[in-house]
């Protein structure tokens, strides 16, 4: 396989985008990213991740932690969230135009995205409408790399009594999504938590006029705004 930096080291690359927006979702979770965690975001071998992120260094679009792993620099976030804008046009695009589902989109996106450009981009945008959100209800950044603010919570932190909308699925997973929507889960979904067992069990929600029972594995990838 060619590398993508001999030709020019200076060119942003599909692979130093992919590396980027990776870098990006799991630094939501954590301030640093361990080179363990970015091999398996991104399923490559461990002794792969040190050459690369050598280079993203030497671009000046990722800075390292020693101990602690490595975190983005300003021009690192913003060329991460151009991609993640271009990926996440390309599943609206593939689920309002072409018709896949929320669980196919993302790998087709994946896929397609390498060779996608701002101008195609954009004219998705159009003709998607102009959308705010991913299928999965992840925010879309705008042009400028702008990410608008969601006031949002993991569903596990939800009171019993409390209700609201389902704002995020954070999976990528076909499976799980299918389930998820087999339940009537869906971003917008109206939701309200009506028990849960203690010790992180499993919660008791209400999605519409159904009521589902789901384990840690499934509530922690739900996101929701409270009404």
């Known amino acids: 396989m060619n590398d ?13 985008r992919e ?49 602690q792993g490595v975190e983005l620099t300003e021009e690192g ?9 271009r990926h996440r046009l390309l599943e609206v695009f593939l689920v309002q135009v072409m018709g896949f589902t929320w669980d196919e989109a993302h790998e087709h996106a994946h896929t397609l995205g390498h ?23 992840e925010p879309i950044p705008d042009a400028e790399g702008n990410l608008p603010m969601i006031e949002d919570m993991c569903v596990m932190n939800v009171a019993v009594g409390q209700h609201g909308r389902i ?23 109206e939701f309200a938590v009506v028990g849960r067992q ?4 499993p919660m008791r929600l209400r999605i519409g006029r159904e009521e589902v029972v789901l384990g840690m594995e499934l509530t922690k990838a739900l996101w929701v705004s409270l009404a």
């Not at 060779?115 to 209800?137: F, I, K, W, Y």
């Not at 203690?198 to 069990?201: I, S, Y």
């Open 77 to 85: 976030r913003l060329e991460a969230l151009r991609e993640i804008r």
């Open 167 to 189: 704002s995020r699925v954070r999976t990528h997973e076909p499976e799980k999504l299918r389930y998820f929507a087999s339940l009537g889960i869906i971003p917008t979904a």
């Open 115 to 137: 060779g996608l450009n701002d101008v195609v981009a954009e004219r998705m945008a159009v003709m998607s409408g102009q959308p705010t959100r991913c299928p999965h209800g």
């Open 19 to 67: 590396y980027l927006a990776e870098i990006y979702r799991l630094q939501e979770d954590s301030p640093t990213v361990s080179t363990t965690a970015l091999a398996e975001r991104l399923d490559v071998s461990p002794p792969a991740i040190p050459r690369m992120l050598k280079r993203l260094k030497s671009a000046g679009l990722v800075k390292h932690i020693p101990y």
């Open 198 to 201: 203690p010790f992180n069990g």
């Open 4 to 16: 993508p930096f001999d030709e020019n080291p200076s060119q942003f690359s599909a692979a130093m």
